[in-house]
């Protein structure tokens, strides 16, 4: 049987479309469904169900995938350490948002930029969760940190850290809800201050709500910036409340610039997820640079 074949089949079947599975192995859609239809002609038995939109593995598929997929991706892991031999770095794709990458994730990984024979060039892009996916699923990008975890098989996700969201403002804000009535609902005082964020949904202050008071925020965005460390300086400045990953306000707690503005006995928190395309973890500077991360995160948490 023809590897080839082989390895359009398992891309196919982790990607769940001819056209995707195309552009990750840099064809076109025809030959790709060529090359499906030919061993699929070997085989005498269907290997997907073609849909509206994208492909079903059958039984038979399912199956062949299992067998193979492993001992495509081991094929894949001796060749890209035999790559790792070439005296030029290999360069890695890495995608997430903006803030916790700069902020956590690239001060961890440039520790693996160096030229021991071991590291690689780096290239970055930020984005949201949606964003970034797409662009994995794509091939644009090696791998990602999201806040949401991919469904279907060609994404294989890691959870690597939780970060803790706290309500915070200027310390004039609390000063001010200090004189409000003692009998008051926490989320009737809050409603009362101006709400500093990244999008005008509110994603930040809704979910905090939601978790925290089992109610919707009353009070709309007075001041939207699409990037939390704008988020925070705006805070900072006095121009309401936000609700913020600690480790991204932490140093401004500490020295008094904002303070929180509620402390529940169970704070929110969100999860980020390490992700690549499933397989893609046989190649060494992946493979490394996950490794890498999810020892750093033990210690952001």
Known sequence: MDLALLRTFVTVHRAGSFTRAAALLGLSQPAVTSQIRTLERQLGRPLFLRQ????????????????AAP??????????????????LRTLHLAGPPEFTGERVLPALTELTGDDGQGFALRVSFGNAEEVLEGLAAGHHDLAVSTARPRGALLSATALCDEEHVLVAAPRWADRLGTERPDARPEQVLGRVPVVEVHESLPFVS?????????????????????????LACT??????????????????????????????????????????????????????????LKAADDWC
């Open 236 to 293: 900072v400045a006095g121009a309401g409340l936000s609700v913020l990953p600690r480790y991204l306000c932490a140093d401004a707690l500490d020295g008094g610039d904002v303070v929180p503005l509620h402390e529940p006995a169970v704070p929110p928190l969100r999860t980020y997820f390490l992700v690549v395309r499933t397989g893609t973890l046989a190649m060494p500077h992946v493979a490394r640079a996950h490794e890498w991360l």
């Open 71 to 88: 001992h495509l991706d081991a094929l894949v892991e001796i060749a890209e350490t035999g790559l790792d031999d070439d005296s030029s």
């Open 207 to 231: 979910r905090y709500w939601a978790s925290v008071f089992d109610a919707c925020p009353a009070a709309p965005g007075t001041v939207i910036v699409p990037d939390l460390r704008a988020v």
């Open 52 to 67: 509206a939109r994208g492909v079903t593995p059958t039984s038979i598929g399912d199956e062949l995938a299992h067998k």
